[in-house]
């Protein structure tokens, strides 16, 4: 056997992947990836209601000290800024009452706060995803009442 003949040998068993087997890993990947993408991304949209209920917990909490504090909450007018900076004119003001700026919400949308609220002493909710009242899944309001 000379030695181009054992090169074509090798060549021929060392030849690599045929497009049958290339669309067949690829048809395989896409299932897969049909099949994990969605569920994947519903975790993500859980996530971020979990992350607005636990930012508006936190808030409460917050507001209830301001409450503990000056004997009322923050006017719809002063806002969640009462917690962050001393109202005008507020004498008992003890604060700041969080340890860091008030966050938006998950979705970079600011909490909506009313006082006196319509469901409450005071209204504190998210818009969800979509920014706007209504909605359902991810693009639901998401409040304290």
Known sequence: M????????LYRHASGFTLLELLVVMVIIGLLAGYVGPKYFAQIGKSEIKVTQAQISALDKALEQYRLDTGHYPSTEQGLKALMTRPTGEQRWDGPYMKKEIPLDPWNFPYLFRSPGEHGDYDLMSLGKDGRPGGSGEAADITNW
């Open 2 to 9: 000379d030695n181009r003949t054992a090169m074509r040998r």
